[in-house]
């Protein structure tokens, strides 16, 4: 089932989508604890977590595939989000230092195609940051909520779709160990939950994130022309 981008809203607008997200982020800003100057894009349902980054980043854009629908970002100021196939973003060439894809790779129709477009739109210094709900994780297996949607995918399936990919993996991390319960106590307790399973139960989390970096040097073509020799041999 393809993720709807105004359920996905009304979700982080509640209690439960409020921690989710504040959990991630954590994970995320440490590894991308200074945005100053840079262009980032979000791909697939991000604005809850490129608020964040607004006020540092020279360029923060959002975009949602085509199948997800669309929805305006951020509220009450100037737009900047925008509905586009994902395997046709609406940029010519390289321009982004970074890309958040969250909400996305579990939805793509191709997720190999969703990947090379988004190393296309990556300057060759990028980096790409993948957030994917996790197949061993209790989130992907509700569906009230976004995690729930989708294909969910293991560390290891990510790794190898990326290093397909032309990117090469330099981090991974997991979040998410809360309960996908909306009961007050449960979500009070998040820390408690959080550092429980980082340290118990890693292999648990309810999102796998991948920090990967563009490998250019992938992508140049292999000359496979083999120089002819002249050997001076004696004549018979």
């Given at each position: 089932?393809?993720?709807?981008?105004?359920?996905?809203?009304?979700?982080?607008?509640?209690?439960?989508?409020?921690?989710?997200?504040?959990?991630?982020?954590?994970?995320?800003?440490?590894?991308?604890?200074?945005?100053?100057?840079?262009?980032?894009?979000?791909?697939?349902?991000?604005?809850?977590?490129?608020?964040?980054?607004?006020?540092?980043?020279?360029?923060?854009?959002?975009?949602?595939?085509?199948?997800?629908?669309?929805?305006?970002?951020?509220?009450?100021?100037?737009?900047?989000?925008?509905?586009?196939?994902?395997?046709?973003?609406?940029?010519?060439?390289?321009?982004?230092?970074?890309?958040?894809?969250?909400?996305?790779?579990?939805g793509a129709e191709n997720a190999r195609r969703l990947l090379r477009e988004v190393?296309?739109?990556?300057?060759?210094?990028?980096?790409?940051?993948?957030?994917?709900?996790?197949?061993?994780?209790?989130?992907?297996?509700?569906?009230?909520?976004?995690?729930?949607?989708?294909?969910?995918?293991?560390?290891?399936?990510?790794?190898?779709?990326?290093?397909?990919?032309?990117?090469?993996?330099?981090?991974?991390?997991?979040?998410?160990?809360?309960?996908?319960?909306?009961?007050?106590?449960?979500?009070?307790?998040?820390?408690?939950?959080?550092?429980?399973?980082?340290?118990?139960?890693?292999?648990?989390?309810?999102?796998?994130?991948?920090?990967?970096?563009?490998?250019?040097?992938?992508?140049?073509?292999?000359?496979?022309?083999?120089?002819?020799?002249?050997?001076?041999?004696?004549?018979?």
């Amino acid at each position: 089932m393809a993720l709807d981008v105004h359920s996905a809203a009304d979700f982080y607008a509640t209690a439960q989508g409020i921690v989710a997200a504040r959990l991630i982020r954590k994970r995320i800003a440490a590894l991308w604890p200074d945005m100053t100057g840079r262009a980032v894009l979000g791909l697939g349902y991000a604005p809850p977590y490129l608020r964040a980054w607004r006020e540092d980043a020279r360029l923060t854009v959002a975009v949602t595939p085509a199948q997800y629908g669309a929805a305006r970002w951020p509220v009450g100021a100037a737009n900047l989000t925008c509905m586009a196939e994902e395997d046709a973003l609406p940029f010519s060439g390289p321009i982004f230092d970074r890309v958040l894809l969250v909400h996305g790779l579990e939805g793509a129709e191709n997720a190999r195609r969703l990947l090379r477009e988004v190393w296309r739109v990556l300057k060759d210094d990028g980096r790409l940051m993948v957030v994917t709900p996790n197949r061993r994780g209790m989130w992907a297996y509700f569906e009230n909520t976004p995690f729930g949607q989708g294909t969910p995918y293991s560390a290891g399936q990510v790794g190898r779709l990326l290093s397909q990919s032309l990117f090469r993996v330099e981090h991974r991390e997991t979040a998410l160990f809360l309960p996908p319960m909306e009961m007050r106590l449960v979500l009070r307790s998040n820390r408690l939950f959080e550092r429980a399973g980082h340290w118990a139960v890693p292999q648990f989390a309810g999102v796998t994130i991948a920090e990967a970096v563009k490998d250019v040097y992938s992508a140049l073509p292999t000359n496979m022309t083999r120089s002819r020799r002249f050997v001076l041999a004696e004549a018979p």
